[in-house]
């Protein structure tokens, strides 16, 4: 039984991780209307600006998170005024290649700025393990679920009882109205870019500790994410966060009851199956397609 | 406007041919010391690159289908190929079938699965599949050598020719022409019209009586066999296969090809694989700060070409004339 409670808490951790990664991904897929391949890359570049910051600086590490923070909200912002704002003839498909585009640039800039060498950052809460009912996780693992479940509150809140839910949330639902409206798409998108960004790299400052910061820090992250996406649905926020605790518990269990292997990806091909039988996800309706 | 047609619009396998011949010219001009003896194994990999471009090209640029999973496929078949020459002693053209075919009811498979799933859900499925095949890869170590690589030697034919890198080059020509020739007649035919109407518009293709199921997977099954045929080439011309080479950075190569070169252009296509493979290696690494940032420009090409110029650089030629044609006739006018 502490073993089983040991691995929800640390399904919990990782699963706020692709949590984070997961909400970020569906912002920018219900205002930008593509799904964003380089929402995890970003991520990664950023973290290296925090992991600079607090090793060739020596900031404190609050005040590097902050400082790449601000980071990520404007290579958000830029992301979006350079390249996507020029986007509305595209097709879908289109997008999402820039997207992929994107992806092979930051991973080529990278490497310039920050070499290549992997560096190490270390956890907000250095030390210390609480334990519960026979299990234990450390301060900086509960300070992780904490802050991920706090985070979402937070963005849920914004969402459904603000004016800027509103306006992200209209936006979403139809952008050509939206705007006959009087709602400032445009910011909104912008923002939309800006919010993804800081989402990224929260979820890189939690996941940088656990390996080292290299190019390939989220990849995981970023192709778990994606498929809690299509496993929680693409039509609502709640969704794809669901998706990504789901698939963060139920990874740890197949690794460690099943195979330590395999687990990963048994878990990809059962949910490929699922989404033959529910196309729409665990939440999401279908569309009906107008000819 | 002229409408008479030119023998290789009449003929476009005269013209593949003829290209081939053209590309057969480039290890000799290597031997005369012209090209340098690198070239060869560069422009290897570029055409062998060239061919699972083609496939993909298939997919995204005639039927709309998104794939991240080419690179997956490709290096399916090229472990396969290498287990299967190197530790059961299997002839290569048996070798060759089987390392196609077994890739390809799995690319079946996941046509089967695009049937239901929308447009950008596509690229996260295929994703998906390309990360487990890259998992196996690692991780099924008693066939695929995990991470120290699975190394395979240049194919014997027919148990009699064995082939060198010189006679490998041609044998990759051999293959691309008959692909290029095979896609162009496929394309150009009722098939390629009848995914053209299902990338138009999939309600409007139903009505006119073309089959989703069967042409999903034909494009699929197409996609997949030739990034097997790539891989099993790749296998045997490059000689070594990791399983970090077969990353969803390729993919994303393959991808930069066909949107570079030009979506539903075949010439195009291998033009594209020479601008992502074969320039950086050739040019870009004699000067020293481009070097680190082909892979930069390439994604910067992507981003350019699908916002200013979707038909890709093959159409440069073309626009180009198109100008000047202008330019001109204004010219009379005014005089």
Known sequence: MSTFIQIILRSLETGSIYALAALGIIIIYRTSYTTNFAQGVVAMFNTFVVTFLFNKFGLPLWLAVIGGILSAILTGFLIDVLILRHTKNVSPVAKQIITLGLIMIVLGLAPIFFGVDPLRLPRLIESGDLGILGASISYNGLFNIALGLAIMTGMFYILQRTKWGLAIRTTASNEYVARLMGVPTKNVTMAAWGVAGVLGVIAGVMTAPMTSVTLNLMDEVQITALVACVLGGFQTFHGPVIGAYIMGIVRNLLLFYVSSVWGGQILYILILIFIVFRPYGLIGKKIVKKV | ?335
Do not use: C
């Open chain 2, 1 to 335: 406007m002229k409408a008479k047609k030119n023998i290789f619009q009449k003929h476009p396998a005269i013209g593949f041919i003829l290209f081939g011949l053209l590309l057969a010219l480039i290890p000799t001009l290597a031997e005369m010391g012209i090209l340098k003896n690198g070239y060869v194994t560069t422009i290897g990999g570029t055409l062998i690159y060239a061919i699972a471009a083609l496939g993909l090209n298939i997919l995204l640029g005639w039927s709309g289908l998104i794939s991240l999973g080419t690179a997956g496929f490709m290096g399916l078949a090229a472990y396969m190929s290498a287990y299967l020459t190197v530790d059961l002693n299997l002839p290569f053209e048996v070798s060759f079938f089987l390392a196609v075919l077994i890739p390809t009811l799995i690319g079946i498979l996941v046509g089967l699965v695009s049937l239901k799933i929308e447009g950008l859900y596509l690229a996260i499925a295929t994703l998906a599949v390309a990360e487990v095949l890259r998992k196996t890869f690692e991780e099924l170590g008693k066939y695929t050598g995990g991470f120290s690589g699975k190394s395979a030697d240049y194919p014997t034919l027919f148990g009699l020719f064995e082939l060198d890198r010189t006679t490998t080059f041609y044998f990759i020509i051999f293959v691309l022409v008959i692909i290029m020739i095979l896609t162009s007649n496929m394309m150009n035919g009722r098939l390629g019209r009848a995914l053209n109407a299902m990338r138009g518009s999939e309600a409007a293709a139903q009505a006119m009586g073309v089959n989703l199921l069967t042409h999903r997977l034909i494009a699929f099954a197409l996609a997949t066999i030739f990034a097997s045929v790539a891989g099993v080439l790749y296998v045997h011309f490059v000689k070594f296969s990791y399983p970090s080479t077969w990353s969803l950075a390729m993919s994303l190569n393959f991808l930069a090809i066909i949107i570079i070169g030009g979506l539903r252009s075949i010439y195009g296509t291998v033009l594209g694989a020479f601008i992502v493979y074969a320039v950086p290696d050739m040019f870009l690494k004699q000067i020293p700060f481009f070097e680190d940032l082909s892979y930069v420009l390439n994604g910067v090409l992507i981003i350019l070409v699908i916002i200013f110029y979707p038909n890709g650089l093959i159409s440069i030629g073309y626009d180009i004339r198109k100008l000047f044609r202008k330019l001109t006739k204004g010219g009379a006018k005014n005089e």
